[in-house]
């Protein structure tokens, strides 16, 4: 997947992560995220176009849970996911971890 199809960057960081959708349950941990969508670091096999409900730990932290979409897969090493559904607590709370500077107030589309 290329950068260039994404609207915010990812940053590199590891969060244990679990997911469930189509009749399957896995650990898993995040390798990077951004606001709008993360890669899944598991053995774990999904399809390109499940959709997921997926919890992430932040260090310190409650989870943080999203509802997203698979976009492709790496066979043996994880998977890309586009969030489609997250509430605003938890958009808050990720983005205070993405960069800790920002203005909560200011909010950007997805």
Known sequence: MTDEKRKHDRVALVMEASWEGSGTKSVAR????SLTGCFIDTLGQVGVGDVLNLRF??????????EGKVMYQQ???GFGVRFTRMADADRRRLESILNPEADPSKSSDY
Do not use: E, K, M, R
Not at 57 to 66: H, N, R, S, W
């Open 57 to 66: 730990t932040p260090p310190g932290g409650d989870y943080i849970a999203v």
């Open 75 to 77: 066979n043996g090493v």
């Open 30 to 33: 995040t390798t990077d995220i």
